[in-house]
């Protein structure tokens, strides 16, 4: 099997960790510190330095011991590197004062930040890109990679999905690119980058990260109509744009000076602490894991953009590791005994509840809704694609399913056949709600409308349970000809089945009631064709 290492870069305080034979990972998912080795960074760091950044080392040509490096504290060169004007508003001051009152989570922001943040200035120098741009990861996730807004936004640069689309970040059912460490970091600084020279302004640039690019531009154009100032902070912008510069302006006045503000930083060297591996077979995360010398936690950390308990190798996927234990990985994938991966993919052609699936497939109910973490009350959709246990004799999963697999659900409701009912005169959408059994809620959403009000003949759609007993109730009351005295009280109801896909019409004879004005307003008996 050949294996391809590209030399990619991110930090960590703990990437003396690599230098050391086996690291042991902490419980909390990191990398416990070891003894350094200068002499192994030293020439990692001159090849790294020579090359561009995304330069790959051939294994069958080169072998990972021939680099290494050791330079200076990481903040030191972060601050080298500010760009950005100040921002001394009240603003600012407020959002400084707010991070000082709580030292804890600035702890908690910047320890996350030490396995990703030499990689992000490694691009943003690359670029001649302001290093303050380092830092808008706390603003946005605080560093965790994981993260994802309540408008679905993901990973340390919050991608939404559109825009994670429109910057070539893959979003499946197996892989979410948004929070990959490098394609996420990659996109982030094209985005910034395109918007800075839309605006000619860093400042603008990042509300419009912040807001969108549109609605900047129609802030600009509001004040330059109205003859007033175009710069960020003459705009009229929603509160959260409003602090977000200052946020930026906030968490660099902490890095430039901690000292000052009694916040002790954690030491993260100059140096690179991850590779990348690749490998064209499937193999399971916790088997990676195991390979590598890392737990589960700390493999995540670093891969957080694998969705699925299997990282497909079909998609020639990019495995962030340390870089001693990527050698650990080379070596234990060529000598593993066993199944690399645990796992394969069923589609399914029709609608399937996940217990009838199982008896189906002959795979352990509670094992098929764990892994596809389906919950309860829900059901496959049509071409759904599922993960079960592989045998040993299963292909590894295509390049196919692992682009185009979909994974959709929906309520586990009986099935319902649609229902075209003409409204009584002075019928409201309540009383017609009531009339069938079905809520007002219901109503609206099937007729694809937030009206309270029906007007007389209107149409409406209903959905109703398919049952055996109805069809064949309401085939013998289309063959039951109607007297010629009736004709005239008689219901027409269309009805629009899904299948067989034929619009009839059925005749229904109303119920005889005395012809009293008291009995006049009796409801009609309720229709036996469903």
Known sequence: ????????????????????????????????????????????????????????????????????????????????GFQMPELRTDLAQAQLSWYLARPEYVQRMTERSKLYLYHIVEALEARNMPTE?????????????????????AGMWQFIPGTGRS???????????????LASTNAALDYLTKLHEMFGDWRLALAAYNWGEGNVLRAIARNRKAGRP????????????????PKLQAVKDIIAQPEKYGLTLPSIPDHPYFVTVTTTRDIDV????????LSVDAFRALNPSFSKPVILGATQPQIL????????????????????????????????RTAVLATKIGVDPATLV????????????????VLIPKAEDDEDISAHIAQNAVFALEPDVPDTRKMLIRVRRHETIAAFAKRYRVSVAQVQAWNHTKRTKLAPGQMVMLHVPI???STIVKAKLRARPLPAANKLTARTVKLKAQTPAIKHKAKIKPIKAPKTKANSSLPARKIASN
């Open 370 to 385: 764990a892994v596809n973490k389906i919950p309860a009350g829900m059901r496959l959709k049509p071409g759904s694609t």
């Open 467 to 469: 049952s055996k007993k």
């Open 133 to 153: 741009l380092a830092l808008l990861p706390f603003i946005e996730s605080a560093y965790n990679p994981q993260a994802l807004s309540v408008a679905q936004a």
């Open 1 to 80: 099997m050949r294996f391809i290492f590209s030399v990619l870069c991110a930090v960590s305080v703990v990437l003396l960790a690599s230098c050391a034979s086996r690291p042991p990972a902490n419980l909390d998912g990191t990398l416990s510190a070891a003894d350094a080795r200068p002499s192994f960074f030293s020439s990692f760091t001159a090849r790294f330095k020579a090359a561009d950044v995304d330069q790959t080392i051939d294994l069958d040509h080169d072998s990972v011991n021939a680099h290494s490096g050791n330079e200076a504290d990481l903040w030191s060169r972060i601050r080298r």
């Open 167 to 181: 910057y070539n970040l893959k979003q499946n059912m197996f892989l979410d690119e948004r929070r990959d460490v």
């Open 286 to 293: 916790a088997i990676a894991a195991q390979l590598a010398g």
């Open 321 to 352: 590791l340390p870089f001693e234990n990527a050698q650990m990985f080379e070596q234990g994938l060529k000598t593993y005994q066993g199944l690399l991966s645990s796992w394969t993919t069923y589609t399914v052609t029709k609608r399937e």
């Open 230 to 245: 175009t710069d960020y902070l003459s705009l009229k912008i929603p509160k959260e744009t409003r602090h977000y510069v």
